[in-house]
């Protein structure tokens, strides 16, 4: 497995150094993160560093969608050289995801010939975009290689019956690292259960649990909402009159006047347009107008569907 992992490594250095160099030529010579969320959590990380939770020295506030991240950046935040820790990390966290490819490809590839096998882990890093991801100086890179360590643990668990002892940690750690990926850790947490591994799954469900809430309990201790702002940020979009319920009130309003402005002898009716037409077929207002569609010259009304 040597071969393969030594192939995409190759690969993967070039294309971060490339990225890296015409960041720097873009930016004149200075070094940025590609998002200034990042920059966000180094102000975190630097005042948890001093014991404060917070951007502000002056107030507390939570506006990391990361429980860990800060934690794991502050030892380094106090220093200048605390500003490329992200990078740092990130560049690590990449190689470790690309060995984890390897291992999974290694797996699911029948005739392991090094070639495919470095060919396929090199496709997984462009799909999943590790490069890019170290460049926003998040979680995003830590994410991925939490997430790629659950897919491995859980396929080794499977081929071979043999729980890896890091698999409970990639679990409970990566609601921690991305709140979005309690989701994952339920999914794994399920398979185990299903393996009959159920004191194993209900433990680390209960730790997720336990950990989750503590740290809202420690939010809500310091005068805070119970998650992370960017987290009720998300959370309001995805209401009924928030972000995404406005959007699709506005794309059913533009449906309409568009289905208003047709010809005169087409009619486009969706399938629940067409459920509620056959229900109002009793009312004989309705029918006299569907009657009064059809085109004065005897022609046939078109109908898209």
Not at 154 to 176: H, K
Not at 188 to 203: D, E, H, K, Q, V
Request: contains cysteine; charged residues 10%.
């Amino acid at each position: 497995m040597g071969s393969p992992f030594r192939v995409a490594l190759v690969f993967l250095v070039a294309l971060i150094g490339a990225e890296l160099a015409a960041l720097m030529v873009l930016n004149h010579g200075t070094f940025t993160y590609t998002l200034d969320d990042a920059y966000i959590h180094i102000a975190l990380a630097e005042h948890i560093s001093h014991g404060h939770y917070g951007i502000n020295a002056t107030e507390f506030s939570a506006p990391s969608s990361s429980i860990a991240w800060p934690f794991i950046l502050a030892p380094a935040a106090r220093f200048e050289i605390g500003l490329y820790a992200p990078l740092v990390l990130n560049i690590v966290f990449a190689v470790a995801t690309l060995y984890v490819f390897v291992r999974i490809t290694t797996l699911a590839v029948a005739d392991r010939v090094p070639g495919v096998i470095a060919a396929i882990s090199i496709a997984l890093v462009l799909a999943t975009n590790t490069v890019g991801l170290v460049f926003i100086g998040l979680e995003h890179s830590l994410q991925l290689l939490i997430t790629a360590m659950i897919a491995l643990g859980l396929a080794l668990e499977s081929s071979s019956e043999v729980m890896p002892s890091w698999l409970p940690l990639a679990i409970v750690s990566g609601p921690l690292v991305r709140y979005e990926n309690a989701a994952i850790s339920l999914v794994a947490l399920t398979y185990l259960f299903l393996r009959g591994r159920y004191r194993m799954s209900i433990a680390l469900g209960l730790v997720v649990a336990l950990s989750l809430g503590a740290f809202s309990l420690f939010l809500m201790s310091l005068g805070l909402d119970p998650l992370p702002t960017s987290i009720m940020a998300k959370t309001a979009a995805v209401a009924p009159n928030g972000q995404l319920g406005g959007f699709a009130l506005h794309l059913r309003e533009s449906g309409h006047q568009r289905s208003r402005h047709l010809p005169h002898g087409v009619r486009v009716i969706s399938p629940r347009l067409r459920c509620i037409q056959h229900r109002s077929t009793k009312a004989p207002a309705r029918a006299g107008r569907a009657a009064s569609d059809r085109p004065a010259h005897g022609g046939r009304a078109v109908r898209l569907v």
